[in-house]
Nanobody, 121 residues
Framework: VQLQASGGGLVQAGGSLRVSCAAS????????MAWFRQAPGKEREFVAG????????MYADSVKGRFTISRDNALNMVYLQMNSLKPEDSAVYYCAAGAVFSRTRTPYDYWGRGTLVTVSS
């Protein structure tokens, strides 16, 4: 499956942004989807994940209550709605697809190129 993230940009602290990930190729609804992020000089970290049918979600503690992951299997899309953004949320955001619902990177076989989110203070 090929993944392409979009929707990043510059936003002020406290603002909102929605990033999207378009999938193509293999059957999208077979895959668990997740968002990871990587800030300069830091490891890539898990942000949010969603099960194949959208019924189960999980979040990193740092974004819980502020970010919402969702998916539309009819459109082959996954979204990350980010509210109450903080400067520490600034990073390149990557979407990933895998067969296992996980917070770790290893089970995700497919990765998009990422989209840059910058939150100014």
């Amino acid at each position: 499956v090929q993944l392409q993230a979009s929707g990043g940009g510059l936003v002020q602290a406290g603002g909102s942004l929605r990033v999207s990930c378009a999938a193509s190729g293999r059957t999208f609804e077979n895959y668990m989807m997740a968002w990871f992020r990587q800030a300069p000089g830091k490891e890539r970290e898990f942000v949010a994940g969603i099960s194949w049918n959208g019924r189960s979600t999980m979040y990193a503690d740092s974004v819980k209550g502020r970010f919402t992951i969702s998916r539309d299997n009819a459109l082959n899309m996954v979204y990350l709605q980010m509210n109450s953004l903080k400067p520490e949320d600034s990073a390149v955001y990557y979407c990933a697809a895998g067969a296992v619902f996980s917070r770790t990177r290893t089970p995700y076989d497919y990765w998009g190129r990422g989209t840059l989110v910058t939150v100014s203070s």
